[in-house]
């Protein structure tokens, strides 16, 4: 029995008990045993439980969950009597040297189901790779911080892969297909922590392995050559490379017994999850690039080059569109089969499209449609163009429209990204081709007139042309010099001749003025900086004209233009003394809406040349343009009914200037002959006709005949001279008059 400590012997206690709280007074009952314990022992008691709980705990579980990913799983079932290898091993991934792998916790429950012949599961094998035993095709990848943090971002990439005329074999053996998913992840420079495969019956295999960054997983249908692949990663790492690496892993030829064609490819890429708006508008991915990649449909979808430069982005691209070609039609087009196909190819390749900074730039369908379309109104709204400057072009596009005029003598091309020509001449030789023209180079890039410069525009430009001023003196050249806008206000057209232009035509073919683009974009400090606007302006001889494109047109139900990039390019350039604007439309570019183009006259013989007949512009090409040596004509969109068209602004344009500006000739519907004050002339005059200068308005057609306008009709029009108006300007028909 043990010790008995009475009430009487309470004072004799341990002087541990000392500090105990006093015994509260009651009777007690001697034959009972009573215990006091101080609080230090509870106390103690407690810590000691809890870490010794705590550390049996880790060092069990350290136990069972390392010891089980070191080892690869045994089959969950046993191998059936339809499995030829009893026991096969399947192969396991190891990390990539560098590649740090978290602690990571496994859970799986299988499901016993029919037409499952197999059931294994793999985990990585854990290598010291600091010893040297790492796989010598394990090359160094550490991540650096911004990739480290978008791990654990919520957005990723996803890629969808199919393949078909796939070997059947290869497409029903567990063991190889395995191989081809771990040398995929591998190569692609992803961790794979462990994978899942089960071999179905009769046929097929699927599998689903768990990544560092996410998720891979495929099924396959081995009768008909088919394979179905999805891969998903989080993170900062392109997952397009991936798709290369999937084509060479899992597009295993058929056994040339089966008669079946090479393996087909398609692909899907898109962005996942939620990004930043400011990341997503740096991000290529996000634009017209993103756009294409997500589609699953097309044909082919062939990456030829993704260049990065110091300025931007290239990406070029073959694709083949169901709706208007064929992989059929295309491989026809190859052979010598006697097929319309194999008679001319030329309709049946890919469209090569083109992308800066994921944008898309240009199409090989649309080439010659977008290019003619910038290039000719204005040049044959000059005399006899001579020196004509460029500004981007890198395609070489723009260059070879302009090297088609006799007259031409030089061409000052201001290019700021040399390896965008460098990438031109290899993967789009047909942009710059000038083989064609008499007295030309095989390449425009090498023409004898062709100046290419590498450089900023914007430096260029104004370094050449920006006035010199003397305020105190009264010689200020415009609103960009040392007094300001008061004295600009006061003195708007004073000194406008101070600086000799030297270019007969100016061409903008930069990006386009998007107000999605990121501020700090080539394309937004092109476009938004007014005094390189000005000295595009100065750079011009007196009958000069420069043209732009302004991007995709307007919509009857877009916002107004008044706080685009559009509309701040037009405000400055009316300040300049442009003498007149010219907007049109083009719907075949090749891009997914109809493009925008202005032409701005220097002065009023510019004008009267944009809106000549359909007849005179064809007799004006045939003399101005250099011959082909093949015979073939020069241009092939752009003639005389193409110009008719550009003539006129679309009534989107119009409607959309209403929105905005609420101006008074929106009102009285100038113009429409409605009321005293329309701009209406007394006498009916020919299509074809121009606007004169503001003290003399006057239109001439081609017969010489004149049409004279009432003061008040031509009072009504003056505060239009010089000023950008689709309400006048679509007022061009055998009626209507132009400002």
């Not at 089960?198 to 396959?220: A, D, M, N, Q, Y």
């Not at 008044?562 to 439309?585: L, V």
């Not at 925008?596 to 007799?619: D, G, H, P, W």
């Amino acid at each position: 029995m043990a010790p008995v400590v009475k009430s009487s012997r309470l004072a004799a206690l341990d002087t541990d008990f000392a500090d105990s709280p006093p015994v509260p007074t009651r009777v007690l009952d001697e034959d009972r045993p009573v215990v006091y314990l101080s609080s230090k022992f509870l106390f103690w008691s407690a810590t000691i439980t809890i870490f010794f709980g705590f550390t049996v705990g880790t060092a069990a579980r350290n136990f069972l969950v390392y010891n089980a990913s070191t080892q690869q799983a045994a089959s969950h079932s046993p191998p059936s009597a339809t499995d030829p290898v009893p026991g096969r091993s399947l192969p396991q991934p190891i990390p990539r040297r560098g590649k740090k792998v978290p602690q990571t916790i496994y859970s799986s429950k299988d499901f016993k189901k029919p037409h499952v012949d197999t059931s294994n599961t793999v985990h990585m094998k854990i290598v010291d790779c600091e010893d040297g035993t790492c796989p010598a095709s394990a090359a160094p990848t550490p991540l650096d911080e911004d990739e480290e943090d978008s791990l654990h971002l919520p957005a990723g990439q996803h890629l969808l892969f199919d393949v078909k005329n796939v070997s059947p074999s290869f497409l029903d053996s567990e063991r190889r297909l395995a191989k081809a998913m771990v040398d995929s992840v591998d190569q692609a420079d992803l961790t794979l922590l462990s994978y899942h495969c089960h071999s179905l019956s009769p046929k097929g295999v699927s599998c689903v392995g768990v990544l560092l960054e996410s998720h891979i997983s495929f099924h396959t249908w081995p009768d008909e050559g088919v394979i179905t692949l999805d891969l998903f990663t989080c993170g900062a790492k392109p997952l397009l490379p991936a798709v290369q690496v999937l084509q060479e892993q899992f597009g295993v030829p058929a056994a040339p017994e089966l008669n079946w064609e090479e393996p087909v490819s398609m692909w899907s890429h898109f962005l996942r999850g939620f990004r930043p708006t400011e990341e997503l508008e740096k991000n290529a991915l996000s634009g017209d690039l993103g756009i294409l990649l997500s589609s699953l449909t097309l044909d082919l979808k062939d990456e030829l080059a993704s260049v990065q430069t110091k300025f931007q982005r290239i990406d070029v691209y073959d694709v083949i569109n169901p709706r208007f070609n064929s992989m059929a039609a295309y491989q026809r087009s190859k052979s010598n089969d006697g097929s319309y196909e194999s008679l001319h190819p030329e309709f049946f390749t890919p469209d090569r499209i083109v992308f800066l900074d994921g944008v898309l730039q240009s199409t090989s369908n649309g080439d010659s449609q977008y290019h003619e379309a910038l290039v000719h109104p204005a040049m044959l709204a000059v005399p006899s163009p001579k020196k004509v400057a460029i500004i981007g072009g890198g395609e070489g596009a723009t260059l070879r429209e302009v090297l088609k005029y006799k007259s031409v003598e030089k061409v000052s091309m201001i290019e700021i990204d040399e390896l965008m020509v460098s990438t031109s001449r290899e993967y789009l030789p047909e942009w710059s081709d000038c083989s064609d023209i008499q007295g030309s180079a095989d390449s425009c890039f090498d023409d004898v007139r062709a100046d290419v410069v590498f450089q900023d525009a914007m430096k260029w430009f104004t370094d050449r042309f920006s006035p010199k001023c003397n305020c105190e003196g009264g010689v200020e050249h415009r609103n960009f010099c040392l007094c300001g806008d008061d004295y600009y206000s006061a003195n708007p057209r004073e000194g406008h001749n101070a600086i000799k232009g030297e270019f007969d035509v100016v061409i903008m073919d930069a990006l386009d003025p998007s107000d999605t683009v990121a501020a700090d974009t080539i394309a937004s400090k092109l476009y938004s900086s007014t005094r390189y606007l000005e000295a595009l302006f100065d750079s011009l001889t007196e009958d000069g004209v420069l043209v732009m494109q302004l991007g995709e047109s307007v919509t009857f139900d877009n916002p107004p233009e008044d706080f685009t990039y559009r509309n701040q390019i037009i405000n400055a350039m009316e300040r300049y003394g442009f003498h007149s604007f010219h907007i049109y439309d083009e719907d075949h570019c090749g891009f997914s809406w109809p493009w925008s183009f202005l032409v701005a006259c220097k002065s009023e013989s510019c004008s009267t040349k944009m809106y000549r007949t359909e007849a005179q512009v064809n007799i004006e090409l045939h003399s101005v343009m250099r011959k082909t040596k093949s015979g073939a004509p020069p241009l092939k969109n752009f003639d005389g009914a193409t110009m008719a068209h550009y003539q006129v602004p679309s009534r989107a344009w119009e409607i959309n200037f209403c929105h905005g500006k609420g101006a008074p000739e929106c009102a009285e519907k100038l113009g429409f002959g409605v009321g005293d004050d329309a701009a209406m002339a007394d006498v009916e005059i020919p299509m074809g006709l121009d606007l004169s200068t503001p003290s003399a308005f006057v239109m001439k057609d081609v017969s010489s005949v004149v049409g004279k306008i009432t003061k008040k009709r031509k009072s009504a029009l003056e505060p239009y001279a010089g000023k950008y108006n689709p309400v006048v300007a679509r007022r061009i028909s055998s009626k209507y008059l132009l400002a």
